[in-house]
């Protein structure tokens, strides 16, 4: 086979390219209405009132973690197998992770761990729902109540998931998306931040431009007011108009492609589920996952990563735990056994909307003939 089947796609529409030659013939690039208009369309998807967008998904988990007064040495619970992009925040309010393990052969944080690990040090919780499958939200989030914890619902390869009928991120005090160009929807680079109050959602938005009241920042011939003053310093996380104006050209029509992707997800299901040597990553008969990519379970995982390669089909182990990284500078010492299973086990399909019938079966042919070759 020649062809080479990539991991992820990437949204690329006639629309996206005549929205960018607008913004750039207009001069207004760095701001403009495609930013209230993207959020608008964000806020229709997810279901959540109070969205703001981000300069990149990290920036908006930031955010959150400020917004929730995490700072130097508070603890925050989260699970070591995902992207650096959701942890690497953690590290940058000077707080310290608290490892939290998943269930056996899942990729859902292990509720029981998750409860034993709360100290009187716990400020927030990052729930990862893994590459689009929905985490149990509703759960942590009534622990969270209890105990006075925040939640952050990491969403960010999850848009139009769903669990318990609802979008993820409806139980979070704060959820996050991510628009990095292998994501549901393309921004080139962009995130966004929900709050569960408009006021929160206020604050959010000066902080990401430096603190700055927009309202009142400029006097009526467009100086900068003295009199506007700005009362706790923010950084530069703003989404820009260009990348807005991207995300705007696909809010239509991401619905169809994350169904389109269901859809390839059940032909392979369908092919891979006679293998006794495959273990499909288990979903929950009240989730929708969105699939980011389709996970299995399987021995000899590096053998059969290596051959599928060799084959011209891009798998992956998907993460590198994070509880490795000495960056983190905790003390902490944690036995997480089935994440390190996930580790070693874990395989990621291809299985998004630019899959063709024959690339459903090259990427089923070439695994059956690496699990053969793996005997």
């Given at each position: 086979m020649n062809k080479i089947i990539p991991l992820f796609g990437v949204v690329h529409l006639p629309e996206m390219e005549a929205a960018a030659i607008e913004v750039l013939r207009s001069g207004r690039i760095a701001s403009g209405d495609y930013v209230s208009r993207f959020e608008a369309g964000i806020s229709k998807i997810v279901e959540q009132p109070n969205v703001v967008s981000t300069i990149d998904m990290?920036?908006?988990?930031?955010?959150?973690?400020?917004?929730?007064?995490?700072?130097?040495?508070?603890?925050?619970?989260?699970?070591?197998?995902?992207?650096?992009?959701?942890?690497?925040?953690?590290?940058?309010?000077?707080?310290?992770?608290?490892?939290?393990?998943?269930?056996?052969?899942?990729?859902?944080?292990?509720?029981?761990?998750?409860?034993?690990?709360?100290?009187?040090?716990t400020k927030a919780i990052i729930l990862y729902h893994v590459a689009g499958y929905p985490g149990p939200a509703k759960e942590i989030a009534a622990i969270c109540r209890e105990r006075g914890i925040t939640l952050i619902e990491d969403c960010d390869n999850a848009m139009f998931a769903y669990r318990d009928s609802?979008?993820?991120?409806?139980?979070?005090?704060?959820?996050?998306?991510?628009?990095?160009?292998?994501?549901?929807?393309?921004?080139?680079?962009?995130?966004?931040?929900?709050?569960?109050?408009?006021?929160?959602?206020?604050?959010?938005?000066?902080?990401?431009?430096?603190?700055?009241?927009?309202?009142?920042?400029?006097?009526?011939?467009?100086?900068?007011?003295?009199?506007?003053?700005?009362?706790?310093?923010?950084?530069?996380?703003?989404?820009?108009?260009?990348?807005a104006a991207l995300g705007c050209a696909q809010l239509l029509t991401a619905a169809d492609r994350a169904n389109k992707t269901r859809e390839n997800v059940a032909k392979l299901t369908e092919a891979i589920r006679s293998h006794e040597t495959v273990k499909l990553i288990p979903v929950p008969d009240d989730a929708l996952p969105s699939y980011w990519v389709l996970l299995l379970l399987v021995d000899d995982r590096d053998a059969i990563l290596k051959s599928m390669k060799i084959q011209g089909i891009n798998v992956s182990s998907l993460h590198q735990r994070n509880d490795i990284y000495s960056g983190f500078k905790t003390n902490l010492k944690f036995n997480l056994p089935n994440t390190k299973h996930l580790q070693d086990h874990i395989l990621s399909l291809p299985c998004g909307w630019w899959l063709s019938n024959e690339d459903i079966s090259n990427i089923t042919n070439a695994l059956r003939k690496a699990l053969s070759f793996s005997k």
């Open positions: 990290t920036s908006a988990i930031f955010l959150a973690l400020h917004l929730a007064g995490v700072g130097v040495g508070d603890e925050v619970l989260t699970t070591a197998f995902a992207c650096m992009s959701t942890n690497s925040a953690i590290a940058q309010c000077g707080a310290i992770p608290v490892w939290v393990d998943v269930k056996f052969q899942t990729v859902e944080i292990d509720i029981t761990d998750f409860v034993v690990k709360i100290t009187e040090k609802l979008h993820v991120g409806s139980y979070g005090d704060f959820s996050v998306y991510s628009f990095y160009p292998n994501r549901q929807i393309n921004t080139a680079e962009g995130g966004a931040l929900t709050c569960k109050s408009s006021e929160t959602a206020s604050r959010a938005r000066k902080l990401r431009r430096f603190g700055i009241d927009a309202a009142t920042f400029r006097n009526s011939v467009g100086e900068v007011n003295p009199a506007s003053d700005i009362a706790e310093i923010g950084w530069g996380f703003t989404m820009n108009n260009l990348c």
